[in-house]
């Protein structure tokens, strides 16, 4: 049996050494004590709008050809089929089973999202025509469309922002004659003639200044209806009972990125077409150029 010192009680005198932890078990520690520092002192980073534009073609369609017409067909029958779309979705006429053994591309439109990707789908048959006879009146019909039903949906903040930047870029681009990317000439510039007159001008700076002004109030309503919880950047609304206690700044923290987004909506265009003038011929500044 061995002996234990005199002076000594037991372990409550042993002493013991420092274990060095493997270093991956330090790294986990580590991230877990400071995750929540991380998550409140990382800022949200901004959002940036997607934007898809397919090739264009390399000379514009002959006008009164059969491609034209073609063309002219497919962007009658798609502006119908989306009006048809939406109409059903605000008269209801898919709920509750009624819309079973109807094609999708008939049914009632379920989210802002569905009408903006079949917009958008238009927007790119006529960028890729590069034909400004057909481009611009179409466009600025699109473009008409969206504002109109904005809202008469619950408020989609990426859907909504994206197609818009896809508009104020196309718009942007036909009025300078430029590739919003590589900067070159577009296929339909002849000389210095403009793609755009004088009176579409007008009308799609009015377009553009009412649609801002119609998100403003979207993105308005869209708060005063969140009592009870709050916007996320999904544009769905949280009512869970720990978001209920928040108090009204703290509620709408998530729903100022797009307030600021909100700002930028067709700014590119309204940039162009801010000092257009009262018509008189020549170059505008930003490179317009008015009749």
Known sequence: MSNIPADSDGDS????????????????????????????????????????????????????????????????????????????????????????GVRASERQFESFGELAAEVGGLVDI?????????????????????????????FDPEATLNILHKFDVVFAALCTGLHPTTHHRLPGMVGDRPLVTQTQKVRIRSLAEGTRTRI???????????????????????????????EDDDANVSAQPWMMEAANVYDKTLMLLADQGDGAGGELEGGCFAD
């Not at 779309?85 to 079973?100: F, V, W």
């Not at 006529?126 to 949906?153: C, D, F, K, R």
């Not at 969140?226 to 720990?242: P, T």
């Open 13 to 100: 005198d042993v002493e013991f050494e420092d274990i060095p932890l493997p270093s991956h078990q330090r790294a986990a520690d580590d991230t877990s004590a400071s995750i929540h520092s991380v998550s409140f002192q990382t800022p949200r980073q901004p959002w940036v709008p997607t934007l898809f534009l397919p090739e264009q073609r390399a000379e514009p369609i002959r006008p009164g050809s059969e491609e034209e017409t073609q063309l002219r067909g497919r962007l009658s029958t798609g502006m119908e089929r989306i009006n048809y779309r939406h109409m059903k979705s605000q008269m209801g006429m898919d709920e509750s089973g009624s819309g079973s």
């Open 126 to 154: 006529l960028w890729a025509s590069a034909s400004p006879s057909i481009q611009v009146e179409g466009l600025i019909s699109l473009a008409g469309l969206i504002e109109m039903t904005l809202p008469t949906y619950m």
């Open 216 to 246: 403003f109030s979207c993105l308005n309503e869209s708060e005063s209806n969140d009592k009870n919880g709050y916007i996320d950047r999904d544009g769905k609304v949280d009512e869970s009972e720990e978001n209920s206690d928040i």
